[in-house]
């Protein structure tokens, strides 16, 4: 193999390696993306768990108090 044939194959292998980071960098930031919006969609659950948690305490009193 002549050194023209391994600086040709050098250069298709760097190539493939920074389409290769490309697509890594790409898929990395979609996953950051995907990542923060379960975050946010988690804290909005919790606020959602913690308004029916108080409710259901309220409950729990009214119901204490009936049973007295």
């Given at each position: 193999?002549?050194?023209?044939?391994?600086?040709?194959?050098?250069?298709?292998?760097?190539?493939?390696?920074?389409?290769?980071?490309?697509?890594?960098?790409?898929?990395?930031?979609?996953?950051?993306?995907?990542?923060?919006?379960?975050?946010?969609?988690?804290?909005?659950?919790?606020?959602?768990?913690?308004?029916h948690?108080?409710?259901?305490?309220?409950?729990?009193?009214?119901?204490?108090r009936?049973?007295?």
């Amino acid at each position: 193999m002549t050194i023209d044939e391994r600086l040709d194959r050098l250069v298709e292998r760097h190539e493939a390696l920074t389409l290769s980071v490309e697509l890594h960098d790409k898929q990395i930031g979609e996953l950051t993306t995907l990542v923060t919006d379960i975050s946010h969609g988690i804290a909005r659950l919790l606020h959602v768990v913690e308004a029916h948690e108080q409710r259901l305490d309220s409950h729990e009193h009214r119901i204490d108090r009936l049973e007295q």
